[in-house]
């Protein structure tokens, strides 16, 4: 008997019948449960505890290598942290269609053993690429790409024996990254940081560094010599990235660094690619992986790094389904695979920061920038002495700024984080605003969609004519500013310049993405208009003037991040300007220059500023120095979820027992999202607390109504 855990939502795995001959731990299988067949993983033995003689029999053993120990003892822990349910965590473990599938075969070129009966230029072009790739087989698409000519001329060239078609197994390993090529020439100060990362790699046991760096100062390049000693060793190495549609730079430097592309995986990767990154990952296949944060979840036979880059981004919190912070989550897998862990950033998340000081993690520093560039010059641009017209948001003294760089062939980032054309759309005649039919949300104006649209849930519909209010016609006018209005502002400004808005929605796809990024790093704009999307990782080497148009923006709300966001967001953005040989500056406009916040990013005093804020969360035992759980409660009624809340409020016995401490119910502050009533509460406990213990203790002492979903938060990153 063996019991095997499948992705269907059931409370334990169930125990079947071993076929047999035995079936190891770990194996993939297919087994039957009621009417149908779904796949598995045998976890350990049967449980027994029922009649024997009603057991199943497993059904098929799949031909992939079985899960190691090391990732279902990883699957338990995360699913243990985060209070997800087994299945959950397995349907994390195993997202990579056709798993199931025979090994699947496809047609490949190689170089051949006939001449072409004439030569042609494509076909030269061609049988150039075979030869300097060696014996090296290409599908029809490289190879026709990677030789500039139609998949025709290839074929031609099969018919005269001169190419090679043969067939071979679908999911082919990655090709081989060499990591003795020689890097580029690290200076005194990289030379230095890269030992001490692989130091840590020779250890060859579990180790969590910090590398600090100033945006610019070449993190990437140090870090990749640590991927260098990772697969030197032969062992496997994990990047991911915040923005992985944005890591066309990127894998071009492994490229350049290794010699060969690394496997990709993230959700603009094909279905085969990713069941080929997924088998490959497992067999030894491919030695790099370069992914989102749900690579972390990938079969590694032998990890050895895994490097969290901007590990201050908040995108690494899922926030969607399972909720875990991936960050978190590659410090938990490389515990147990015995890896080392790099977190990289010029702006450390506050956790981070205070684990380094405690020694918890090492720490490395990289102090300044590559070569020539050095850190922009920073300046806030008082908005209360400047006058601008209403419904304009640049100030004469930016205006000014911006034009000098224009003349001088350089360029400049107006920064706005806020996506659409503007974020209120009033009726002049009765003041209604027009919100979400789904949600507590105003719609945004998108007008190069020519549609509202709400950011919680997508919902959108073209603009009316008339206010849905008081059926006024002509009086609904756009209130506030987005990226798109200031864009169209800056092009009444500077007519002669040209403009390029960069928001994630107005691009179709992440190649589009892609390709907007390389015409602008390469000079194709002399003006960037555009959100957070530019703060993450891009070189545009010309370009020395950062404006933020609003630095306020973050700072209000209730959220206890907004000083660390807001605060790493513009040093990010003014990281920017300046990374080749030209000076940069940044100007922040802000109505609150005085703010300490404002003041820290001025002055640039980054220790000081984190020094100040981990004493503020010490004092108010919020996180990394309390422990904080999120209770979501939602429902199609509002008076379901509020009662839900206060019914567990009412039993709060468990969390009480752990010295722990329930706030809440209260409507969450976006109280309705898809048509569902939200309802918050919030767990806040001291630091050596079995948090997760109590927090599903407690939930499981309350019966809650059918009708009713419930997501906890464990260590949640936002309030909404
Ligand atoms: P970061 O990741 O800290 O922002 P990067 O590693 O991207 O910094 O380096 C910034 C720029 O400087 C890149 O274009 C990089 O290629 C270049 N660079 C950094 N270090 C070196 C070096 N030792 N030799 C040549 N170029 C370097
Ligand atoms: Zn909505």
Known sequence: ??????????????DYKAPPGGVADGAFVLVPLGPRLVMGVVWGRGRGGFDLSKARGINAVLPVPPMREEMRDFLEKAGAYTLTPMPAMLRLATRAPGLTDPPSMRKVYRMGEGEPDRMTDARSRVLAVLEEFGGLAFT?????????????????????????????????????????????????????????????????????????????????EVYLEAVAAALAQGRQALVLLPEIALSAEFLTRVEQRFGAKP?????????????????????????????????LFLPFRDLGLIVVDEEHDSSYKQEDGVLY?????????????????????????????????????????????????????MKAIDMRAEEVPSGQWISPALRQAVNQRVEAGEQSLLFLNRRGYAPVTLCRACGHQIECPQCDARMVEHRFLKRLMCHQCGENMPVPETCPKCEAEGTLAAVGPGVERLTEEATALFPEARIATLSSDLFSSARALKQAVATIAGGGADIIVGTQLVAKGHNFPALTLVGVIDSDLGLHGSDMRAAEKTFQLMRQVAGRAGRADKPGQALMQTYQPDHPVIRAILSGDEEEFWNAEAESRHQAGM??????????????????????????????????????????????????????????????????????????????????????????????????
């Open 140 to 220: 029809l698409k490289e190879l026709s790409e990677a030789a500039g000519v139609t998949s025709s001329v290839i074929k031609g060239l099969v018919k005269q024996g001169a190419v090679s078609e043969e067939n071979t197994p679908r999911d082919l390993p990655y090709p081989t990254l060499d990591p003795s090529l020689p890097g580029k020439a690290l200076t005194e100060a990289q030379e230095a940081a890269a030992d001490d990362l692989r130091a840590g790699l020779r250890a060859g046991s579990y180790g969590t560094t910090l590398l600090r760096g100033i945006t610019g100062s070449g993190k990437t």
């Open 325 to 377: 912070n991936a960050r978190d989550m590659a410090v938990l897998r490389a515990s147990i695979a015995g890896a080392q862990v790099v977190l990289a950033s010029a702006t450390p998340s506050l956790e981070s920061w205070v684990n380094a000081q405690a020694g918890k993690y090492r720490r490395v520093d990289l102090k300044s920038r590559f070569g020539a560039a050095v850190l922009p010059e």
């Open 623 to 720: 996180p990394p120095f309390g422990r904080m759980a999120g209770i979501i409660l939602s429902a199609e009624q509002a008076d379901v979820a509020m009662a839900a809340g206060m019914e567990l409020a009412r039993h709060d016995g468990p969390i009480r027992a752990a010295g722990a401490v329930v706030y809440g119910p209260a409507p969450a502050p976006i109280a309705r999202v898809r048509g569902w009533h939200r309802v918050r509460m919030l767990v806040k406990a001291p630091k050596g607390v079995a948090l997760q213990r109590a927090v599903s203790d407690w939930v499981a002492g309350v019966r809650l109504p059918k009708n009713l979903r419930l997501a906890i938060d464990i260590d949640p990153q936002s309030f909404f």
């Open 263 to 295: 496997a990709e995986w993230h959700s603009g990767v094909t279905m085969t690619e990713r069941r080929r990154t997924w088998k490959m990952v497992a067999e030894g296949g491919a030695q790099l992986v370069v992914g989102a944060r749900s690579a």
């Open 1 to 14: 008997m063996v019991s095997v855990l499948t992705t269907q939502p059931l409370d334990r795995p169930l």
